[in-house]
């Protein structure tokens, strides 16, 4: 059995992220593979592509944004998502807080900030490109709040967040959630299923 290497690539400003985040641990307990949160900002990897956001790409276009409505909400009563919220704030500036997310990983607590931000962006409504809220949402969930917002700024936490968006492009990357099982690459919330057969296939190989 070859355990295979996956990768969750993601940004806080997607609620398809934040949805498949929820369902990612039942897919672990499932399988037995752990996936890798990779932190990227969605901004720079469409820049990047030349992509764009789907209320701006589909802005024009008659039932598709209703579509993309109605998906998320079969989505979310499939796996009993009650909790989820659409931001009112929405779209909001995540570089503060994907810098974070890196800052965090080099303070060791990673786990525990990557739940308080997804809640409070796709749960509580926060509006998390607002300092003062970024730091009391992350003392609240009893994190130094403080300190990240510090690091923030440190040479480091850019390069690494610029390093992962500018890999997850040149591995094939246009959006988020994208995940990899070792080279293979899948798109989007719905791609799940594909994601958790893929690991099933390379575990037995």
Same mark, same amino acid.
């Given at each position: 059995?070859?355990?295979?290497?996956?990768?969750?690539?993601?940004?806080?400003?997607?609620? *398809? %992220?934040? /949805?498949?985040?929820?369902? #990612?641990?039942?897919? !672990?307990?499932?399988?037995?593979?752990?996936?890798?949160?990779?932190?990227? /900002? @969605?901004?720079?990897?469409? +820049? @990047?592509?030349? *992509? +764009? %956001?789907?209320?701006?790409?589909?802005? $024009? #276009?008659?039932?598709?944004? !209703?579509?993309?409505?109605?998906e998320?909400?079969?989505? =979310?009563?499939k796996?009993? @998502? %009650?909790?989820?919220?659409?931001?009112? *704030?929405?779209?909001?500036?995540? /570089?503060?807080?994907? +810098?974070?997310?890196?800052?965090?990983?080099?303070?060791?607590?990673? &786990?525990?900030? =990557?739940?308080?931000?997804?809640?409070?962006?796709?749960?509580?409504?926060?509006?998390?490109?607002?300092?003062?809220?970024?730091?009391?949402v992350?003392?609240?969930? $009893? /994190?130094?709040?403080?300190?990240?917002?510090?690091?923030?700024?440190?040479?480091?936490?850019?390069?690494? @967040?610029?390093?992962?968006t500018?890999?997850?492009?040149?591995?094939?990357?246009?959006? %988020?959630?994208?995940?990899?099982?070792?080279?293979? #690459?899948?798109?989007?919330?719905?791609?799940?299923?594909?994601?958790? !057969? &893929?690991? &099933?296939?390379?575990?037995?190989?």
């Open positions: 059995m070859r355990t295979p290497v996956v990768q969750f690539h993601f940004d806080f400003g997607s609620p *398809n %992220s934040y /949805l498949a985040h929820k369902v #990612i641990p039942a897919i !672990e307990q499932r399988t037995g593979v752990k996936f890798e949160y990779v932190p990227i /900002l @969605l901004g720079g990897l469409f +820049r @990047l592509t030349g *992509n +764009r %956001s789907p209320a701006e790409a589909f802005a $024009g #276009i008659t039932n598709k944004l !209703e579509y993309g409505r109605l998320i909400k079969r989505f =979310v009563e796996h009993g @998502l %009650s909790a989820y919220r659409y931001n009112p *704030n929405f779209p909001v500036n995540t /570089l503060q807080i994907m +810098r974070g997310a890196v800052a965090a990983r080099l303070d060791g607590c990673f &786990e525990p900030y =990557v739940e308080a931000v997804f809640a409070a962006m796709w749960e509580q409504e926060q509006k998390m490109d607002d300092p003062a809220v970024i730091e009391q992350l003392r609240d969930a $009893g /994190l130094a709040g403080g300190r990240i917002l510090e690091r923030i700024n440190e040479p480091l936490v850019k390069e690494t @967040l610029l390093k992962n500018q890999q997850s492009f040149e591995r094939g990357a246009f959006g %988020s959630p994208t995940f990899f099982v070792n080279d293979e #690459i899948y798109f989007g919330k719905d791609s799940l299923r594909d994601v958790e !057969e &893929e690991i &099933e296939r390379c575990k037995a190989s």
